[in-house]
Each structure stands twice: as structure tokens, then as C-alpha cells.
């Protein structure tokens, strides 16, 4: 980016801020009398607590930090009425005083020996649940609410996998771990992640926008909404809805915790560990407070993989489903998730209040990779060696105040800064960074036993005469079964960098004010400027070949493997002991990591006469640019009656965005590459509308309708344009400059009703109308002659999108004895979509219908615990069902690739050794379930990968409490 486009931007942002800032008037007449406090108990704040004054008519909620604001017509006497679930109701009286009245903490107690009193009490869930059901009680948006104490109580250590316990939520799993988040079964690109009340950048590989949550520890998370019908004071890029991570705050008194843990993992036969820490104090007669909260997660870890190629590219529609290559592939790494969140608020005076928070978060992500091939289509073995540590980092703080401007305004303000990286530091003697990757080949001379009758490989259910077998079978069929993989035979041939280094940076200035201009009627009004920057260095492949292998004279000879240094196979559980057969004939002794390094310095590849063969051209898949975006928006908050509440309001957002990059152009010479540079500007307004109908103290009635969008992917935007004409046919990939926003008009129907031994029963239906859905369009196209295949993504096609939620938490109180501690959670989301998608290469324009990518049908989340004495137990199956991840337009559904169902069944258990002091226990995937996809037929794997149980016992220790 140039010098003088960052400076202009720096100053539009210096710009936005003020015009934010001083655009609302600031002196506003002084009338009605405020009252400031905050709701708690012996555990801490009470988030949406009920403030309803009884003298005048008036109501509030606390929020997330138990604070709250009400405004009372006139001085004199008055009278509150606090309430919350699961604890006693409070009414007393106050006397107001002219101005701004700052009242002590109100206490509620859980006790006056009822049931309920009791659940609170020797529940270990239940004040956690109480917390969530209250702010999603008084919430005004559609929303599930997560609270810290729930997360801690269940087997999840990072973000991603804390959310996929909530109604509608799915996950995406990364060897063993859940990395990416979506809401009711769309695209991962159409949710967006926020982290108090902003979206993050994201470092993304591919240049879509989806946010890797693997990188932050889910210990510095206080809450977390997912919300699934919008207000107009949320950012609104979110088809699917958002998922907005709060992390902690300041406490209302000091207190101190720290938790410990060791584990093992059953693949990789090694230990984990684990450690936290919360530390939060007030001081300056409670003025300033802070809270400091820091967590680390360190495990080995492994997984066998099993990876099938098949030749798609063949003319014979029955040969497409023949194999090209299996891989085997084995996965022993190391990992380590590390947080750190800083928090402090300082109070000026009642009416002022200022904040600072900071955050750390780093996972590094050690993988030596070890893949065996057995290559049909070229009658050989393939052998790769690879080492990566992929480092993710994200990185940030944020500042910002509430001021109280008179009796009916106030206004809230921040400006953050946060920047997301993903990138690799190998290999070290190479001055541009990536993955990489040593091939070696060993000819098969024998050839193969299990061909079918057209010469082809095929499993047997695709044969043309039922010979093949299946791939949880799976047989090489080499004729002569001494021809294994050899350290002498297998010759380098190859060596590949594939380069890594992204990373995007958002600074962000935002402002809202409320205005309260009747106890009926509120307004807010705000805006939100962000300038991101954004370094896209993924895809270039920097490839050396020696000499000999393009048959240069006086070429150094090939090196064989067993040349090299070399390392015991790593050990961990039986080599694919989940495959049926014995594959120990696929497990070599691999190059230790100094050695696969050493490989691409200089100095080695000079001696063994490796040359440089990258493609100059490939370097169209780097970029770089910006995007700003002017986001403003009102709203409105009335009571129509004491039941009825409608929020309306209008969202505006602008988006300019510019990239920068290189593409290809031919010249009579050959290809040459030419500097690029492409702009996409576009405008999004966004109504919404809400109701919410209280049918009475225990149950709600909400309706909306919201429109909402997602930006064009990055990637989908590149500047850069690569012709390949050694392919056949020839091929044309460049992005699309003209690419518009996707919009969808949601509608949402649903209803809650709240037990009162806090628990909840929910249920509810949704539909979608989504216009200029992004996909990537292929065509055909001749050009001087030559026909070429061009892949650009387009908006072609609508989509729907139907589903329905129903979801379930109850405690068998009525039950009697040692029965009525057992109690049940349960959630279930049902998504159908539908999209049609142009179908390439036939003489008529034809379409298929299919659902959109990502989209699983249902999903459920169910959970046994028992709570009692100290005591809890539980049991959480986790179900998505399986989906689209690729579709092929030429080809048609049958060719489309799938994720299958995936159920993985956690436990937990915990045990009060004192008022202070837990021990638990956790386990994950005890059923040791298996992450696979196919294409087209379920039997038809094309990977599929088991990476084993984990667990881990420690202990918790509240010091200050």
C-alpha cells in the first residue's frame, strides 16, 4: 500500500472519529432524575436483572456488567422492584435528590428455603444458567446466551468449541478440534465473529472471512451471545447470525482463582497440560477496576488420515469414479493455545465512566506430516515429508468511556485497534517463508492385481465387474507384495515452498447515544468507522527440481531416502489400527526436521543441482488492500403496552474497498505479469423490525424481520488473473471486481417460556430470502481460437433458507430422592436450503438444485447431567449432520463433495472437595468418531480421519471469592 493512500486513510480516520464524535448535540437540557446502580449477589454481578419502579412508570435491565440506569420524573420518595430468575425478589424505597443518584449495590439473596432457593444453591450449573436465561430473557434480539461458568463446566478449550453446545450453532473440526463457527447451517463466511460488540480481523487463507477460534482460550470468555435476529445497533454483516465473545470484566469486589490440569491423549500416547488464571480487584474506593484473566493450553496430538484422489477429469462417466492415488497419511504434532486478556474501568464521577481492555491470544500449531502414496494412474509410490508450524495470532486493545449527559442522554464511545496473523517461519535458511515439502518416488515394476476390466482402479461397488474392495478394506494390490516403499529406491524429486504470510489489521472508531424520550419511548442513534488493512500472501508455489530429473547433462544424481538423516517413525497408537488390514509397509523412518530443513538452503540444492522451475506467473494469487467501511444507523425502543414492545430502526453500512495484486497478460513473447489494481464500492440499508410480546411474567412471544448481508469474499475479489495452456482444455482464474453483496430478508418467529427451577423450553421458526448468492461461475469461452475454461465467481443464483429450533433445559425436580438431581439439556435445529447452480459444459443452459455449502439438515445438541451434594456429572453428545463443502459444476450433484454426520459423545465431572476447592474430570470424543467426507455416494471416502480421545483431571481453587 502506497505511503500516500495509508496517510489519506489515517486522516479519513482521524475525520470519521471526530464527525462521530461531535455530531450529536452535547448540551442537552437537564430534566427527570437518574438513578445509577448495579444488581449482584454473594457470586458476583447479575446480568439482565429486572429493574421495574412501582411509584412511576419506568423499567430498565442490568447488563452484562450488572449495572444499570433509570430515569425517574421528579425527586422525592420511590420505590423499586428488583428481580431476577432463581433468586428472591427485592423491593425498597429510595429518596432522589436533583440530578445524577449513584445508590450502593443491590444484593439479592437466593434464599428463603423454597425449591428454587435450593437449586441456586447446591446446583453447580444453575446461578451460571440463571445468568444466561436472564440476559436472554431481557434481550430484545433474538439470541442464546452462553455463560463462563457453563463453558467451564463442559470439556471445550477454545472458543470454537464452547459454542457448539448452543441451539443452531455448528462447528467445522481441525484434526480433533473445532477451529470455525456457523449459525443455522449457512456458509462459515456468513457468520460473523465479534468480540465485545466488534468483528475482528481475520487471517483467513483462502481470503474469505470466516475467523479461526482455535486461537483464543475459552477461560478469558465471560459470555457469549449468539445472536440470530439483528437490532440496528449491531454491524449486520450476518446472514446466518453473529456470535459476539464478551470477555471478562472488572468484579465487584476482589477475587482471585487459578485451575490446573494434566492429560493424556490416547492417539498420540502422550501428556497435555493446562493452566488459568482470573484475577480482578477494585480500588481507589472502588473506582478503578481491573481484571487480568490468562490461560494456556499445551497438548501432543495425532490422527491418521486416509485420502482418496479419483479421476474426475475423465471422459467415461462411469471411469470418473475410478481411483488416481490413496494417501496415508500420519499425523504426531504439537500444540499450544495461549490467551491473555487485561481489563481495567475507571469511574470519574457517577455519570463518567471510561474502559481499556487488551488482549493477547497465540496458537501454534507443530505439524510433521508423513504421507505415504500409492499413485495408480502413474504406476509409482509417492513419499512427502513436511514440517510446518503454523502460528496464529490475534492481537489488540480497545478504549472507550459512557457518560451520562443529563437526565434523558447519555453516550458510549470507543476506538480499538486489532490485528489477526497466519503465517509460517520455515524454512530458515530461505528468505520467503511457507510449508515445505520434500517428494520422493519409487516406480511400481510389478503393477497391480485389483484393476478392474477396463485397466482402471475403482472400489468394488463403483467396478464395472465388482472388483476393488472398500477403502475401510483397503488392499494397494501391488502383483508382487515384496515391491513395498523403499529407502533406497525412493528418489527426491521434488521440493516445494508453498508460501504463507497473512494477516489483517482493523482500526475501528464507534459511538452511540440514547435519548429516553418518554419511560415508553427510547431512542440510540450511532455510527462505526473501520479501516482494515489486509497482506494476502498465500498460494505462490516456489518449486525446484534437480537436473537429473529433467534430464540435464552431467546432473548430480537423484538422492534416495535413506541417504539422508532419518528418525524413528513417531509412535503414538497402531499405524491406521482404525482401517481394516496391516499397513506397517507404508511407515518409513522420515528425515528428522534439521534434515527436510536443510534441503532448501542454498548450498544443497547448488551441490545436488536442484533448479529453480517456479512458475513466475503464480504470483497472481498474492495481494493486497483495504477496505473502509461508514456504518451509521437509528433506532427506536417502544412499549406499545406493558406486554408489547416494538424495536425498529434503520442500519445504512458503506463499503469502499481496493486491492491491489498482479495478473497475468499474454504477449507475443509468452506471459508477462502487470501490476493490478481493482476498487468494489457498494452500499447496504438495512431495516429491521421487532416485537416482543410478553404472554406473561414466565413467557415470551417474539417476531422479526431483518435484512441483513455478507461482503464478497477478498479472494473472490483478487486483482490477479493466471492463464494456464499447458491444461487441457486451457484455463483463465481471475476475480471479479463487480462482485455485489449477498442480501438476505429474514424473518424469525419464536417462543420461550422460563421454569422456575431455571430451566428453559424454546422453540421457534425461521426463513431466509437471500438474493445474489457468490458462486464460482465456470464457462467457456473462445478467444483467438483457442477455447478456454474460466473460473470467476459471479452472483448468479437466489437461495432459500427454511428451518425450525425447539430446545429444552429441565431439571427432574419433581421427581423424588436421588432422582430429582438428574436433568436434561436438549436443542435441535432443523435447516433446509435450496439454491440453483448452473451447470457447465452441456449445448443447453441446464441447473441443479442443491443446498448451500457448509449447510447441515440437523443438528442437536443433548446432554444428561446430574447436580447434587457437590456432585456434578455430564454427558454431551454433539450431532452435525452432513453437508455440501464443494460443489462441481461440470459434473454435476454425483461429483459433489460432503462432509458426513459426525456424532462425538464428552463427559465431565466435577466434585467439591471444599467452598473453594473443585476437582474435575474431562473427556472428549470417548466414541473415538471418525471426521469424514465422500463424494457423491457415502461409501465413496474421499478422507476420512481418526485422531483419538483426550482427557484430563485437575483441580480449581477459588483463593478470593
Do not use: C
Amino acid at each position: 500500500m502506497s505511503t500516500k493512500f495509508r496517510n489519506k486513510n489515517l486522516l479519513s480516520l482521524k475525520k470519521g472519529v471526530s464527525a462521530l464524535l461531535f455530531t450529536f448535540p452535547w448540551f442537552i437540557p437537564t430534566y427527570g432524575q437518574v438513578i445509577k446502580s448495579s444488581v449482584q449477589s454473594g457470586s458476583g454481578k447479575l446480568p439482565g436483572a429486572s429493574i421495574v419502579a412501582i411509584s412511576f412508570k419506568g423499567n430498565t435491565s442490568s447488563d452484562l456488567q450488572g449495572n444499570f440506569t433509570l430515569t425517574a420524573p421528579d425527586t422525592g420518595m420511590v420505590s423499586l422492584q428488583v428481580s431476577y430468575i432463581g433468586y428472591q425478589t427485592r423491593t425498597f424505597d429510595i429518596r432522589l435528590k436533583r440530578g445524577i443518584n449513584e445508590i450502593s449495590p443491590i444484593e439479592l439473596a437466593v434464599g428463603d428455603g423454597s425449591a428454587l432457593a435450593e437449586v441456586i444453591v447446591s446446583g453447580t450449573m444453575a446461578p451460571s444458567q440463571a445468568k444466561a436465561f436472564s440476559i436472554k430473557k431481557q434481550a430484545v434480539a433474538i439470541m442464546d446466551v452462553l455463560a463462563a461458568d457453563a463453558i467451564g463446566k463442559l470439556p471445550d478449550r477454545n472458543a470454537a468449541e464452547a459454542v457448539q453446545r448452543m441451539q443452531g450453532v455448528a462447528v467445522a473440526k481441525n484434526h480433533g478440534e473445532a477451529d470455525i463457527a456457523t449459525v443455522r447451517g449457512t456458509p462459515f463466511a456468513w457468520t460473523s465473529v465479534l468480540f465485545n460488540g466488534s468483528r475482528l480481523p481475520s487471517p483467513n487463507v483462502m481470503g474469505n472471512r470466516s475467523m479461526p477460534l482455535d486461537a483464543i482460550p475459552s477461560e478469558i470468555i465471560q459470555y457469549v451471545q449468539v445472536a440470530k435476529a439483528l437490532t440496528p445497533d449491531m454491524e449486520a454483516d450476518a446472514i446466518g447470525g453473529s456470535i459476539n465473545f464478551v470477555t471478562r470484566t472488572s468484579p465487584s469486589k476482589r477475587t482471585l482463582s487459578v485451575s490446573g490440569a494434566g492429560g493424556y491423549n490416547t492417539f498420540s500416547k502422550n501428556g497435555t497440560y493446562n493452566g488459568s488464571l482470573v484475577y480482578g480487584d477494585r480500588f481507589l474506593n472502588n473506582r478503578l477496576g481491573l481484571i487480568l484473566s490468562a490461560a494456556t493450553w499445551a497438548r501432543q496430538w495425532g490422527s491418521d488420515a486416509f485420502d482418496v484422489s479419483y479421476n474426475t477429469g475423465l471422459a467415461n462417466e462411469q471411469q470418473r469414479n475410478s481411483i488416481g492415488s490413496v494417501m496415508l497419511k500420519r499425523y504426531i504434532g504439537e500444540r499450544q493455545t495461549k490467551g491473555i486478556n487485561l481489563g481495567s474501568d475507571y469511574k470519574i464521577s457517577p455519570g463518567h465512566t471510561v474502559f481499556f481492555r487488551a488482549m493477547f491470544n497465540k496458537f501454534d500449531d507443530i505439524r510433521p506430516v508423513y504421507e505415504a502414496y500409492v499413485d495408480y494412474n502413474k504406476k509409482r509410490y509417492q513419499y512427502n515429508n513436511r514440517y510446518s508450524h503454523y502460528q496464529t495470532a490475534i492481537y489488540g486493545g480497545e478504549i472507550g468511556g459512557e457518560h451520562q449527559l443529563s437526565g434523558i442522554a447519555k453516550v458510549d464511545w470507543s476506538v480499538s485497534d486489532h490485528k489477526s496473523k497466519y503465517y509460517l517461519n520455515t524454512p530458515p535458511a530461505s528468505d520467503r517463508k511457507g510449508l515445505p515439502i520434500a517428494t520422493f518416488h519409487q516406480q511400481i515394476t510389478s503393477g497391480f492385481n485389483n484393476l478392474s476390466n477396463d485397466g482402471l482402479r475403482y472400489w468394488g461397488f463403483d467396478s464395472p465387474n465388482a472388483v476393488g474392495g472398500s477403502p475401510l478394506d483397503f488392499d494397494p494390490g501391488i502383483k508382487d507384495a515384496s515391491e513395498v516403499l523403499d529407502p533406497d529406491k525412493l528418489k527426491l524429486t521434488q521440493l516445494v515452498i508453498t508460501q504463507l504470510d497473512n494477516s489483517e489489521r482493523d482500526r475501528v472508531a464507534q459511538v452511540n447515544f440514547h435519548l429516553e424520550a418518554s419511560p415508553a419511548l427510547k431512542f440510540k442513534v450511532g455510527g462505526k468507522y473501520r479501516h482494515k488493512d489486509r497482506d494476502n500472501f498465500f498460494g505462490s508455489n516456489l518449486v525446484f527440481l534437480p537436473g537429473a530429473a529433467l534430464g540435464a547433462e552431467n546432473a548430480a544424481p537423484l538422492r534416495s531416502l535413506s541417504s539422508f538423516e532419518t528418525q524413528s517413525f513417531p509412535k503414538g497408537t497402531s499405524f491406521f489400527g482404525s482401517l481394516n488390514g496391516n499397513y506397517n509397509s507404508f511407515q518409513l523412518n522420515p528425515l528428522t526436521k534439521d534434515q527436510l530443513l536443510d534441503l532448501f538452503s542454498p548450498e544443497f540444492m547448488k551441490v545436488n543441482g536442484f533448479i529453480d522451475k517456479t512458475d513466475p506467473m503464480s504470483a497472481t494469487s498474492i495481494y493486497t488492500g483495504q477496505e473502509i467501511v461508514s456504518s451509521g444507523y437509528v433506532m427506536a425502543d417502544y412499549d406499545l403496552s406493558e406486554k408489547l414492545k416494538l424495536v425498529a430502526g434503520l442500519r445504512n453500512e458503506y463499503t469502499k474497498t481496493r486491492l491491489h495484486g498482479q495478473r497475468v497478460e499474454p504477449t507475443a513473447s509468452g506471459n508477462q505479469l502487470v501490476a493490478s489494481e481493482i476498487e468494489n464500492n457498494y452500499n447496504a440499508l438495512l431495516p429491521m423490525f421487532h416485537l416482543k410480546y410478553k404472554l406473561n411474567k414466565d413467557a415470551n412471544l417474539r417476531g422479526a424481520f431483518t435484512r441483513t448481508f455478507v461482503r464478497p469474499n477478498f479472494g473472490d475479489m483478487t486483482p490477479g488473473t493466471s492463464i494456464d495452456v499447458s491444461s487441457t482444455p486451457a484455463t483463465i482464474s481471475q476475480g471479479n471486481s463487480e462482485l455485489k453483496p449477498t442480501f438476505s430478508n429474514n424473518f424469525d418467529l419464536m417462543g420461550e417460556y422460563y421454569f422456575q427451577n431455571v430451566g428453559i423450553l424454546t422453540g421457534g421458526l425461521f426463513y431466509k430470502d437471500i438474493s445474489d448468492v457468490i458462486f464460482t461461475d465456470i464457462s467457456m469461452q473462445n478467444i483467438d481460437g483457442t477455447d478456454y475454461r474460466i473460473s470467476q465467481a459471479k452472483n448468479l443464483n437466489k437461495a432459500t433458507l427454511f428451518g425450525l429450533e425447539f430446545g429444552v433445559n429441565r431439571r427432574f425436580d419433581f421427581l423424588q430422592g436421588f432422582w430429582k438431581n438428574f436433568g436434561i439439556e436438549f436443542n435441535y435445529s432443523y435447516v433446509n436450503s435450496e439454491t440453483k447452480v448452473p451447470r457447465v459444459g452441456g449445448v443447453e443452459a441446464s441447473f441443479d438444485k442443491t443446498a448451500l455449502p457448509n449447510q447441515s439438515k440437523h443438528l442437536f445438541n443433548a446432554i444428561l447431567f446430574y447436580e447434587g451434594k457437590g456432585v456434578m456429572v455430564r454427558l454431551a453428545g454433539n450431532y452435525r449432520g452432513k453437508s455440501i463443502e464443494t460443489i462441481d459444476q461440470k459434473l454435476g450433484p454425483q461429483f459433489y463433495k460432503w462432509t458426513d454426520n459426525n456424532f462425538t459423545l464428552d463427559a465431565t465431572a466435577t466434585v467439591s472437595l471444599s467452598a473453594r476447592v473443585k476437582a474435575f474430570l474431562e473427556l472428549n470424543n470417548l466414541t473415538n468418531s471418525a471426521v469424514s467426507m465422500y463424494m457423491g455416494d457415502s461409501r465413496r471416502i474421499s478422507s476420512r480421519e481418526v485422531y483419538g480421545s483426550r482427557g484430563q483431571a485437575g483441580i480449581r481453587w477459588d483463593i478470593i471469592k
